[in-house]
């Protein structure tokens, strides 16, 4: 059985061709599937275009789940995926943008006993600044964290559910998601996939998407590199910072004691002090973050 969840906000355009476009679809497919449409807190008439559209297809193959207000596209993944009862899953947009007549492709990948199947759009619809960050945060994932994906936030994926046995939903971690899978050693894949321009409703991410994604980037860089050995993180910069700082205030001492120039003249003894300060209080932290894993670790062992 397929369960293709969708998660929606403020999409009431869309909804109604997107669900016959799926039920065509599903129907050629001949599968058992249902659709689990995740209502995320929208506040335009949505829900009543799905009831009316919903009215026309058999309801076992379908639920609809409401938000009472916005948690976010991650939270209603997940959401979609504990109202779920298909051993395969498929996560789409429900802007149209994702293409319903892509599906058979990611299940052919099924098939043939991949575990998880990430998309690639060609023909990408998003501002050039959008697209530009998009592909370095994939060269750079590629580059430090061996991520076998070329599309990393592509939105629409297909999976086996096994997947998720050690994978936590929270926030915004469905953007590492396919990372995690990848490095708890499922068969992953990727198949082209179309992406269709928004006709209808608005992007609910604009242009912070950007500044946001630098952050989950340097989450997914931090939390798998990093997570075991957190001092090696803080350490290393922290260290860095210290020395300068050191450096600065050497150089200060030596002018002061052979040379007799006086520190009150000196401001650059402000910085010294301060990066003296900052460095250690970073390794701090990284000490901290080692005594946390100690403990976690110690305290699962008995
Ligand atoms: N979405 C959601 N909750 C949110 C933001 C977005 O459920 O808080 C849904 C949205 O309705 C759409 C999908 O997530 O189905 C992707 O959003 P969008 O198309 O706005 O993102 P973009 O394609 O512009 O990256
Ligand atoms: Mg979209």
């Known amino acids: ?64 789940i409401d938000h009472k207000k916005r948690l976010g596209k991650g939270l209603a993944l997940k959401t979609g995926i504990e109202n779920s009862i298909g051993e395969n899953i498929v996560f789409m947009d ?7 007549r892509d599906l058979p492709k990611f299940i052919e990948k099924i098939d043939q006993s991949y575990d998880f199947i990430n998309g690639i759009r060609i023909k990408r ?10 592909n370095l945060a994939s060269y750079f994932l590629k580059t430090f964290l061996h ?35 990848y490095y708890n050693g499922y068969r992953v894949t990727e198949i082209e996939v ?46 860095v910072i210290f020395l300068i700082g ?3 205030s050497l150089y200060l001492t030596i002018e002061r004691l052979f040379f007799g120039i006086l520190l009150v003249t000196r401001p650059l003894l402000w910085l010294g002090i301060f990066l003296i300060i900052i460095g250690i209080q970073i390794v701090m932290t990284g000490i901290i973050g080692e005594l946390i894993v100690f403990l976690d670790k110690k305290s699962n062992h008995k």
């Open 94 to 100: 429900a802007d149209l943008q994702d293409d319903p």
């Open 125 to 134: 619809q998003d501002n050039l600044l959008v697209k530009l960050y998009s």
């Open 194 to 239: 179309r992406n269709n321009p928004r006709h209808f409703g608005k992007t609910k991410f604009g242009k912070g998407k950007i500044f946001t994604g630098i952050l989950d980037t340097l989450t997914a860089y931090f939390l798998y590199k990093f997570s075991e050995r957190p001092l090696h993180f803080f350490g290393s910069i922290g260290g």
């Open 147 to 181: 991520s076998p994906y070329t599309d990393i936030n592509c939105g629409f994926k297909a999976f086996k559910r096994e997947v998720l046995s050690d994978f936590v939903f929270y926030g915004n971690s469905f953007r590492f998601f396919p990372l995690a899978v």
């Open 1 to 64: 059985m397929i369960s293709v969840i969708i998660p929606f906000y403020n999409e009431s355009e869309n909804l109604a061709t997107l669900i016959k476009h799926l039920i065509k679809v599903n129907n050629e497919l001949n599968r058992e599937y249902e659709i689990i449409l995740v209502n995320d807190g929208s506040t335009d008439n949505s829900k009543v275009k799905i009831q009316k559209s919903k009215l026309q297809v058999k309801s076992q193959n379908f639920k609809i």
């Open 246 to 248: 050191f450096l600065v």
